[in-house]
């Protein structure tokens, strides 16, 4: 599927393919369930203090950002925005899940960028877990290439105790654009995605390194290989055949350049 200068509602229903939810009934308590947020596409994070982080790199065009929920869904212009009235953590997040076998890319020489198309500022969540992973060899011009690949996660799942009643603040506007849940469904659940118009314009080595390059990493190279999919996510069927997902993206996992954390 091919995304050449789509309307607003396009890319919501695009998005709207990668939110792993669905509506659930209304009750007394509708703010207390859990909320879960997943963030996709090639993004910096950073969590520190009560706040987490999330810098959408300058992509010339290509790509386009936005917010759905199971009920509704906005297009993220250029600039910044805060989601607020939701439950957060005040103490130290675990270590993100899983603890082997999948990592985020970090290098302790990047900085924020001050040229960005979007930067997101949400509460801290209680949990992280690591999604939808890609082989990748990551290395300085000045080195040798690794001789093995790394599973990098190309996206984040983000975990709060209590949804409470999420709002997006655009900070150079003066409202705040309520999410509105319908009066029998709830606001549970959440997909933030940066995506590709074209599928043409999901090179990993060309955006990873104009990642990179907003965070001060002049000289970093990249190689990608497959999603690190394993055996034991594979369809039993394809296990005896030692099954290798192509390297395709798809609506929900549009992205192969690894997410890159900062300190």
Known sequence: MHMNAPSRREFVTYAAAATIGSAL?????????????????????????PRFYVWMPELRGTHEAGIITSVTGFELYQGTYEITETAGLSG???????????TLYQDPNAKPPKQYYVKLSLPRPFHIVLLHPVLCKIWSGSETAPSKSTSYATGLRLL??????PALKPSQKDYVISFDPAPDEVQVDMTIS???KNYSDNDPKTIFQTLAKDLGLENLQIEC???AQTKTEAHPQLQAIAYKPRM???????????IIKLG
């Open 25 to 49: 009934p209304a009750s007394a308590q509708t703010t207390d369930k859990p909320l879960t947020v997943d963030v996709i596409g090639p993004m910096a994070v950073q969590w520190s203090g």
């Open 92 to 102: 130290t997040i675990p270590a993100p899940y899983p603890p082997t076998g999948r």
């Open 160 to 165: 709060y105790p209590r949804a409470g009643r």
């Open 194 to 196: 940066y995506v590709p």
């Open 225 to 227: 290989d497959e999603y």
């Open 248 to 258: 395709v993206p798809t609506a929900h996992r549009p992205c192969k350049s690894p």
